[in-house]
């Protein structure tokens, strides 16, 4: 089992920044994959970003050169992070942290991103 906690969503205008992080406990040691999904009202949850074992990274075209994603082991904890720059109201979506752990799909709870034009 693999538990997630996210956190850093909110409010910014068009323009701005907001940092989203994802920490994962639990048995983090068959972690594969780690990555960032978003879901817009009436809309399919998407890809936004992932990061597997290695460090290759991977995103959709309409974040690239705009988001990025990293990771970073703690002693009991793997945290994977998704900085977010030049925000356009587009981009505004619920955000879910998701981990691939041996053959299984870890979810976060969403956290709200909103960019005002």
């Known amino acids: 089992q693999v538990q997630l906690v996210e956190s850093g969503g909110g409010l910014v205008q068009a323009g701005g920044s907001l940092r989203l992080s994802c920490a994962a406990t639990?048995?983090?040691?068959?972690?594969?994959?780690m990555g960032w999904y978003r879901q817009a009202p009436g809309k399919q949850r998407e890809l936004v970003a992932r990061?597997?074992?290695?460090?290759?990274?991977?995103?959709a075209d309409s974040v690239k050169g705009r988001f990025t994603i990293s990771r970073a082991n703690g002693r009991n904890t793997v945290y994977v992070y998704l900085q977010m720059n030049s925000l356009k109201p587009e981009d505004t979506a619920v955000y879910y942290c998701?981990?691939?752990?041996?053959?299984?799909?870890?979810w976060g709870q969403g956290t709200q991103v909103t960019v005002s034009s």
């Open positions: 998701n981990v691939i752990a041996g053959a299984r799909d870890y």
């Open positions: 639990g048995n983090i040691f068959i972690i594969n994959v």
């Open positions: 990061i597997i074992n290695g460090g290759i990274t991977s995103y």
